[in-house]
Every structure is written in structure tokens, then in C-alpha cells.
């Protein structure tokens, strides 16, 4: 028994520190809703759903202060917070004795009832409040994988959230608490289906399951967007080609595009993966990803919607370096794409590894839009069994210098349209929501979730400011175990690249990306065997991406290469990705290349103990269903731990030819 998670971060349980709680009723004592829309509808009711819950007492929704004082005022109005604050900022001030919350939209309106909500979950004062914020991305969104019959590529949590068979009479009551988290965070659009996308989602029949689906996320500022196949107009349309030049293709799309804002007035746009990873798309009519993406822009063209259109694309070439692929297809089309064109590109050049340098496509397509593309659900990061928390991660990459514009020209300023001017910018994060009671599976997941939508709407954020705000929402407001759970968060990630892949390895599995499998060398693929990338010999490991090898790092700016070009100086945790270097090399950290290796596989392994511990010391302070559901997935990664570590270092060491340096164990 206990807790069941399915409140996420909204949990809004009686605040038990009177003091405080009579403070936050004072200055709360009712709910004026100046104005009325959905929306704002939306803010009032959360408001009074959370300060019933926090203050144990049901504050009454007005429609005007009246010469009131002591409550909560909403307010939309063109002119709130000036033009330091953009259409779906928010400021909330004090103003004639009550807490005005406005915006120049009512989605401004609502994000500022969800931040004032935080202020009292996370125990700060309320009385002298002056806030401004603006989020710094206009397209907020989540990517769900989420197929036709209820599967979820790569999810975790259960089956999908969308019940397609239930759709479009029954609304499933938990759209709306999914609409509530998301909006809660600012999240402001989401695509229902998988990238490897069925054409049915193009159907009559599925359009009305989609646009009841959009009915439910309307009140919350969120529009939904669809993935798209590419070859609809073949399969679905009964036209013979799908190349974008012909004049029957763009007809087709241009009134299917109609139909859907026919069903769906504010639909966001199409998602679409093409000519990638096996799907169809314009090269197999020998046209070029814009030639594609400017027909279904044409298409768009009446309607306030966008294209998005991914970079993950890459070629089977043997004698190819995969990191390459994307912006030697890409870059070329800079400028060639119509404005309504967003390129969604991953953080990564690979594909969301533990740890993986930023992608060259930031900083190297000025004239193009490039969105973010973070995946939140943990497929190379542990599944829903091993707790990592991914901030640190997303940090990582959006801090990162391209010098693209010199000095401090970082991906998240390449992203939030400060370095090129873009006039789109978008995030996306690949969702790692279900049907599970919990949402995510690992109670801990839900962090990610959290922070991903944090940080898309302020991207200076610090993963620690977002773990502590989630910890005192979610788990817990005694503060010795809040410290100590941010910690343990803020450390996770670095331990598990540890055991999985540690120094700059990647991709050490093929098949469910979950077993290791370092030995894997036979694929229909050579890039989808897991001896492509580590590149293990006799001599050493990791892939030459110098210009004795692949060249790759010729993508950089010369300020970027010069960090990670030479093996003498290129940090530790990035060394492999571009070096192979030799098992005997004495490194940075004084130990050589094997013993480096075995310490992090060790350590890493170990430290999982460590969280174990740390967890076990909170035990108190955090409810009992949750404290033994994350006790219980410790216990399984601790294991799985161990695993990792020995088949990497029973593998490399079949190259390496030497013992397992004390004080570590060599594995049976
Ligand atoms: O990470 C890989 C996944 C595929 C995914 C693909 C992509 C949706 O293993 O499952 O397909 O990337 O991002 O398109």
C-alpha cells in the first residue's frame, strides 16, 4: 500500500506545517477569474483543486475580486508584463492586496496558476511575490512512439495512453491529467503516434480519434501534431507514386491537410521520418528531404501549423562513419527549406546514447530552424529499472559551446534562436509516458519527464533546481532527504554511463538495446553490430574520428575540435568516441586505458550500492509504496550492474591480455 504515483508532481496532500499553511490561506481566499475561456477555466479549476488540497479548505472560484483583498486574481490582457515577456509568458504580482496572475494569452495565465501552485508545493513564500518568467522555446513538445494496437516503441510504462478502439466517443479520463502535467511544465503540443508511423493515422476514421484526442488537451494550451508516412498517398490514397513533384501527391496532402483542420481547427502539424531506418520518403523518387518537406509545407500553408521534419537519417555503409550521416545530408540543404519548416535533429550524432557529444548539425544550419530532439524515455539508459535521472544529460548537450557564432554560442542558444535568429524554435522530448498506474514505471522516470519540460520552457535552469522542485513536490519536504534524493539524482547518470559506457564507448548492444552484447558482430547492418562502434582490437579501443580515421570531427568549428582532436588532452569521458587509443596509454587520470576502464566499470558497479544506501536513508521521510517500489528496482539494477561490468570487462579483456588490476575482482 501507499502511494501510487498517479498524482505525478501534482500531488497537492494537506501542507502540514500550520504556520505556513495559514500564511499561503490568508493570501489565498478565493479564485478571481476575470475573463473566461477553457483555459483560464482550466486555471481557476486547478487552482482550486490545489489550494483545497494544500490548505484543506475549498477556496471559491469568483468572477471579479470586487474590492476584495487576500485572493488570487486571473487576468488576461495584451499589455501584461510588457514587452519583456512574450504570448505565453506569465507574471504574477502583487497587486491591490490580492496575487494578480497575467498574461497576454490565457495559456500565459494558466502556466502562472501552475507556478504559483509550485511556489506553495515547494514550501516559498508567497506574500511579496514578483515574477516574470517567458518560456524560451516556442514549441514545447512531446514525441509519443505510440502505435495502433496499443504497443509503445520503446516504452516502458505499460501500453499507450490513447485508447484508439475507445476513440473517438470515450474520452479516457486521464487525457485530461496527462494535459494537466504537461501544461504544468509548459509543455505545449504533443504527436500522438510513432515516427514509424502508420498511414492509418491519415484516415477519416482516425482523424476523428485524433481530434477527440485534441478536444481533451484544448483546455490546457496543449495542440496535437501527427507523424506522418511518408507513402500514405500510395497505401492509404491508391495513388501510384508518393513522390512529393507530382502534382496528384501534392493534391492529396493538400486535402488531407484541409481535412484534418476541418476536424481539428488549431492542429499543430506533421512529424515525419524519412528515408531513414528503412521508412519511405522523397529519395526514392530522387528527391531531396526539402523537396519533401516543402510540398507537405505548401500543403500547410492556409493554416498556423508547422513541418517538422527529422534529421535521423543514415545510410548502411560499410566504410561510412554513421556520425557523419546526418549532417552530410542536411547541411547541404541549408536555406532550401520553406519557412514553415522546423528540422528536428537528436542531442547526439548517434542516437541518444548515455553519453554522447552534441550533434554538428547545431551551429552548421543557420539559415533552417533546428529543434532539439531529447528522448525521455530510457531506452539506452536503463529501461523503467535503472534510476537515471536525465538533466544532467539534456544540461550537457544544451550547454555545449558550436563557437558557431564564437565564444558562448551554446546548442541551447542555437536552439532558443538567439545565435541565427531562427524564427521557430522547438524542443522536443520522446515521451516516456503509459498506461502504467505510475505513468513512467520507475516512480523516479517522472523526473525526467519534469525536467524536460523545465527546461524547454528556460533552459538555464539547473538540474539541480529542477531535481529539488521535483523531490519537494513528489516525494518529500523534510529537507535532509530531499538533499539527499537530489543528490543521489544528480549523481545518477554519471554512474550509469560508468558500468554501461564509460570514457566515450556507445552503443555496446544490438537486438532489445538492453543486454550487453559488446561481442555482437553480425547485423544485416554493419552499423547495427556493436563491434562498429567500439572498435576493440588488439591495439586498443574506440573509433579514430580524427583525420587518421573517419574525419568527423572536420563537422566542429576548429574551437570544438581542438578540445576533443588530440588524445593527449581530449576529457576523459569524450576519449573513445574520437580516439582509438592503445591499452597500455597512461591517461589524464594517470591510470592506462585498461585500468581506467576496469576503475569505472568497478566503481560505476559499486556506486549503485551507494544509491542503495542512500535510498535505504531516506526510508522515513518518503511514502512506503514508493520507497519499496524504488527499493526494489535498486535491487534489480545493482544486479544488472554487475552484469554490465563483467561482460564488458570479460570482452575487452580478451584484447587487452591483462589481469583486472587490484583492488577489483576479476568476474568468474
Ligand atoms: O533510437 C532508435 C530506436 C528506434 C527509433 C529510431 C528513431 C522510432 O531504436 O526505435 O524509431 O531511433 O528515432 O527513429
Known amino acids: 500500500t501507499g502511494d501510487d504515483g498517479y498524482r505525478l508532481w501534482l500531488k497537492?496532500?494537506?501542507?502540514?506545517?500550520v504556520p505556513k499553511r495559514q500564511a499561503y490561506a490568508q493570501a489565498a481566499q478565493f479564485i478571481a477569474m476575470t475573463g473566461n475561456s477553457p483555459i483560464l477555466k482550466s486555471a481557476a479549476d486547478e487552482l482550486q483543486l490545489g489550494l483545497t488540497g494544500l490548505l484543506g479548505k475549498t477556496v471559491p472560484v469568483v468572477t471579479s475580486a470586487a474590492g476584495r483583498k487576500g485572493?488570487?486574481?486571473?487576468?488576461?490582457?495584451?499589455g501584461a508584463g510588457g514587452s519583456a515577456m512574450n504570448n505565453?509568458?506569465?507574471q504574477i504580482a502583487i497587486n491591490a492586496g490580492n496575487i494578480m496572475i497575467s498574461g497576454k494569452t490565457d495559456a500565459g495565465v494558466l502556466y502562472g496558476a501552475f507556478a504559483l501552485l509550485r511556489q506553495m508545493q515547494t514550501g516559498q513564500p508567497i506574500d511579496r511575490l514578483s515574477v516574470t518568467s517567458s518560456p524560451r522555446v516556442q514549441y514545447r513538445m512531446l514525441n509519443h512512439w505510440d502505435n495502433v494496437d496499443g504497443t509503445v516503441e520503446r516504452g516502458y510504462a505499460g501500453q499507450s495512453l490513447w485508447k484508439w478502439y475507445e476513440l473517438p466517443e470515450r474520452i479516457d479520463p486521464r487525457y485530461r491529467d496527462y494535459a494537466r502535467a504537461n501544461a504544468s511544465i509548459?509543455?505545449?503540443?504533443?504527436?500522438?503516434?510513432?515516427?514509424?508511423?502508420s498511414a492509418r493515422f491519415m484516415s477519416a476514421e482516425y482523424i476523428q480519434k485524433v481530434a477527440a484526442v485534441a478536444s481533451a488537451l484544448r483546455p490546457y494550451g496543449i495542440r496535437v501534431y501527427v507523424s506522418v508516412y511518408w507513402a500514405a498517398p500510395k497505401t492509404l490514397g491508391g495513388l501510384k507514386t508518393s513522390d512529393p513533384l507530382d502534382p496528384q501527391v501534392r493534391a492529396w496532402w493538400t486535402a488531407k491537410v484541409k481535412e484534418l483542420y476541418q476536424a481539428i481547427p488549431d492542429f499543430g502539424g506533421l512529424l515525419v521520418k524519412a528515408n531513414s531506418e528503412g521508412e519511405p520518403g522523397p529519395q526514392d523518387y530522387g528527391r531531396t528531404h526539402a523537396d519533401g518537406a516543402n510540398m507537405l509545407a505548401e500543403a500547410m500553408k492556409p493554416y498556423d501549423g508547422v513541418v517538422i521534419w527529422r534529421a535521423f537519417v543514415y545510410k548502411a555503409d560499410p566504410n561510412g562513419d554513421r556520425f557523419k550521416a546526418a549532417y552530410d545530408e542536411f547541411t547541404p540543404l541549408d536555406g532550401t527549406f520553406d519557412k514553415k519548416v522546423i528540422v528536428q535533429v537528436k542531442n547526439g550524432p548517434i542516437d541518444f546514447q548515455p553519453r554522447e557529444p552534441f550533434s554538428p548539425l547545431f551551429g552548421n544550419m543557420p539559415k533552417t530552424p533546428l529543434?532539439?530532439?531529447?528522448?525521455?524515455?530510457?531506452?539506452?539508459?536503463?529501461?523503467?529499472?535503472?534510476?537515471?535521472?536525465?538533466?544532467?544529460?539534456f544540461k550537457e548537450c544544451l550547454d555545449a559551446d558550436t563557437y558557431a557564432n564564437g565564444k558562448g554560442s551554446t546548442v541551447a542558444k542555437v536552439i532558443d534562436g538567439s545565435v541565427h535568429g531562427y524564427a521557430r524554435t522547438l524542443m522536443a522530448g520522446v515521451a516516456n509516458a503509459g498506461s502504467a498506474r505510475n505513468w513512467t514505471g520507475h516512480p523516479m522516470a517522472q523526473a525526467n519527464w519534469y525536467a524536460f519540460g523545465r527546461l524547454a520552457w528556460d533552459h538555464t535552469l539547473s538540474s539541480e533546481t529542477i531535481a529539488n522542485e521535483w523531490v519537494n513536490m513528489t516525494l518529500t519536504h523534510e529537507p535532509q532527504a530531499a538533499k539527499r534524493i537530489t543528490n543521489l539524482m544528480l549523481k545518477s547518470r554519471d554512474i550509469y554511463v560508468d558500468y554501461n559506457t564509460p570514457i566515450g564507448l556507445s552503443r555496446p548492444w544490438t537486438g532489445v538495446h538492453f543486454a550487453p552484447e559488446p561481442w555482437q558482430n553480425r547485423s544485416p547492418r554493419p552499423d547495427w553490430t556493436a563491434v562498429y562502434y567500439h572498435k576493440a582490437d588488439s591495439l586498443g579501443l574506440g573509433f579514430n574520428r580524427t583525420e587518421t580515421g573517419s574525419n568527423a570531427l572536420a563537422?566542429?568549428?576548429?574551437?570544438?575540435?581542438a578540445q576533443w582532436e588530440n588524445p593527449e588532452t581530449c576529457p576523459l569521458p569524450y576519449l573513445l568516441w574520437f580516439h582509438h587509443v592503445a591499452w597500455n596509454k597512461k591517461l589524464t587520470s594517470g591510470r592506462t586505458l585498461w585500468a581506467e576502464l576496469c576503475t569505472r566499470f568497478y566503481t560505476g558497479a559499486d556506486s549503485v550500492r551507494w544509491m542503495q544506501n542512500e535510498w535505504g536513508a531516506v526510508k522515513s521521510a518518503v511514502d512506503p509504496g514508493i520507497y519499496a517500489?524504488?527499493?526494489?528496482r535498486l535491487a534489480t539494477q545493482q544486479r544488472e550492474a554487475i552484469w554490465w561490468r563483467d561482460a564488458w570487462v570479460l570482452y575487452?579483456?580478451?584484447?587487452?591480455?591483462?589481469p583486472v588490476p587490484a583492488p577489483f575482482k576479476q568476474p568468474e
Open 12 to 17: 497537492y496532500d494537506l501542507i502540514t506545517n
Open 71 to 78: 485572493g488570487i486574481v486571473l487576468a488576461v490582457s495584451a
Open 88 to 90: 505565453e509568458g506569465y
Open 186 to 197: 509548459g509543455i505545449n503540443g504533443m504527436t500522438v503516434n510513432n515516427v514509424n508511423a
Open 371 to 393: 529543434g532539439m530532439e531529447f528522448q525521455i524515455t530510457q531506452e539506452y539508459l536503463g529501461f523503467a529499472t535503472h534510476m537515471v535521472y536525465e538533466a544532467p544529460l
Open 555 to 561: 563537422q566542429y568549428r576548429p574551437e570544438v575540435r
Open 629 to 632: 517500489d524504488v527499493s526494489a
Open 652 to 658: 575487452l579483456q580478451s584484447f587487452a591480455k591483462q
